[in-house]
């Protein structure tokens, strides 16, 4: 008689039968979301040089999240059979040269603007807070508790 619908709820976490790669697809998916609305709104407020580094660093921020999650799967000993782990693990600092270089290059062809470049990068900031709010809502609706 005393059992409310919390207790009568189930104790497994909501995560339970989800797919462990679910959040990651998410945060990628929430990062193209974020690019293409910026470079929306920027195509419509803001000059040419503006929306083409929106552009560029929101291309170079999925190209970066991605490359990072290869390397540190390598660094970390994730590698499928036959692949060559120092060169996966010498690409996590390889990423940083690459980004640079095309930054670099980007802004001395004055193609881009650097700060828009760099908040085009920032797309994947905005892609983390977004699963990190929907993973504190889950927790608080849920009542995950231990």
């Not at 008689?1 to 998916?29: H, K, L, V, Y």
């Not at 996966?88 to 828009?116: D, H, N």
């Amino acid at each position: 008689m005393s059992e409310s619908a919390d207790n009568a709820r189930t104790q497994e976490p909501e995560t339970a039968g989800e797919d462990p790669q679910a959040s990651e697809r998410r945060i990628f998916r929430d990062t193209c979301v974020t690019v293409v609305a910026a470079v929306a709104v920027s195509a419509l407020v803001a000059p040419w040089r503006v929306t083409t580094g929106v552009l560029l660093g929101g291309a170079l921020g999925v190209f970066n999240q991605h490359w990072l999650r290869t390397s540190v799967a390598a660094v970390l000993g994730n590698t499928p059979a036959g692949a060559r782990p120092k060169w996966r693990a010498a690409r996590y600092v390889l990423r940083y040269i690459v980004v640079a270089v095309v930054v670099v290059a980007a802004v001395k062809l004055q193609v881009v603007s650097l700060v828009a470049t760099l908040a085009g990068m920032c797309a994947v900031v905005a892609a983390l807070l977004a699963e990190g709010f929907r993973q504190l809502y889950t927790a608080i609706v849920r009542r995950e508790e231990t």
